[in-house]
């Protein structure tokens, strides 16, 4: 049951996710993708500041000033800003299909940061998730996007932060970053509103939009902490790409878009390859051999910290 119970709570996230790409996309033709990320920041600091506070929580942490946390704000800020200029400037379906490869490259970061061993099968299928993306890009050909290279900066972004999160401070607590990643986005939209300009009063229906990515941003991030916190790993976390089917299905449904045969195929290698990895990690796992005393501890901590990755 509670391998079930998280499995649904993972579909939940991820279909949370892409209505609030989806909202993002809506309300992106009426703001500057500055002004979007500074009002969907400070409504996310709001929400986790006064949950925070109504479980007796303090808002700030020493950890906040550690080197990691540095870092993690520093890919927090280049992956929000680059896959919302993603989301509004191309097909929602090709930016959530790139947006995929998050995992294989934190698999790959974790080999060069963490010294994590990896098989030739984790490569061969790193290899081929990476060769997906490039079926989606489509470098050199007439269908090639530049703006897609938005989603690339985005995911290796939120790769960065998923990385930097597993160094977190293991007494902070998940409100404490949830707090702390919703102001990097306030921090990532005065950046872009400063460089581009163009700021203006949100009308009725953009505050609605606004009101309903806060929301079910949020609701997104919990459900996503609450799954990887129930059940199995190597059984519910595969379902996080169930994403990709509710961003395609709103692409279609919403904004009229008609992911083309390369895109296809490109996601489904994508997600195929990124199962395999994460499959082929928790078995790994569930199977390790004695170890010195140093690899035990970092394979504990990271462990601990593993519910702590995000979006």
């Known amino acids: ?12 996230a991820m279909a949370a996710f892409a209505l609030e790409d989806m909202f993002i996309k809506r309300v992106a033709q009426e703001l500057p993708v500055g002004q979007i990320l500074m009002l969907f920041g400070l409504g996310g600091m709001v929400i986790f500041a006064a949950v925070a506070r109504a479980l007796g929580q303090p808002l700030w942490h020493p950890g906040f000033c550690t080197r990691p946390l540095v870092l993690r704000s520093l890919a927090e800020v ?16 090709s930016a959530s299909a790139i947006l995929q490869a998050t995992p294989l490259v934190v698999a790959g ?3 060069v940061f963490f010294g994590e061993k990896v098989s030739w099968r984790r490569w061969l299928a790193m290899a081929l998730g990476f060769a997906g993306v490039l079926m989606i890009l489509r470098p050199g050909s007439a269908g090639f996007e530049a703006y897609s290279l938005f989603a690339v900066i985005g995911m290796l972004g939120f790769a960065g932060r998923d990385l930097a999160t597993r160094a977190a401070p293991i007494s902070m607590t998940n409100l404490q970053l949830g707090l702390f990643g919703f102001a990097m986005l306030v921090i990532a ?27 079910i941003g949020t609701l997104a991030y919990n459900a996503l902490t609450a799954a990887m916190r129930h059940g199995e790993i190597s059984v519910v ?11 395609m299905a709103l692409g279609v449904l919403v904004f009229g878009e008609r992911p083309d045969s390369w895109t296809l195929l490109g996601s489904a290698v994508i997600v195929a390859s990124g199962i395999f990895t994460l499959i082929r990690g928790s078995r790994r796992e569930s199977h390790l051999a004695p170890a010195p005393l140093g ?17």
Not at 1 to 12: H, I, K, P, Y
Not at 192 to 214: E, H, Q, V
């Open 237 to 247: 976390a595969p379902f996080r790409y169930t994403r990709l089917v509710f961003a």
């Open 295 to 311: 690899a035990y501890i970092c394979q504990s901590w990271l462990r601990r910290n593993q519910t702590r990755i995000t979006k």
């Open 78 to 93: 280049a992956g929000r800003l680059c896959f919302t200029l993603a989301i509004a400037l191309t097909p929602l379906s």
């Open 1 to 12: 049951m509670e391998t079930l119970r998280g499995s649904f709570l993972m579909v939940l």
């Open 109 to 111: 970061g974790a080999v």
């Open 189 to 215: 939209g005065a950046l872009a509103l400063a460089w581009t300009g163009g700021g203006s009063w949100p009308s009725t229906r953009a505050w609605l939009y606004l009101g309903l990515t806060t929301g």
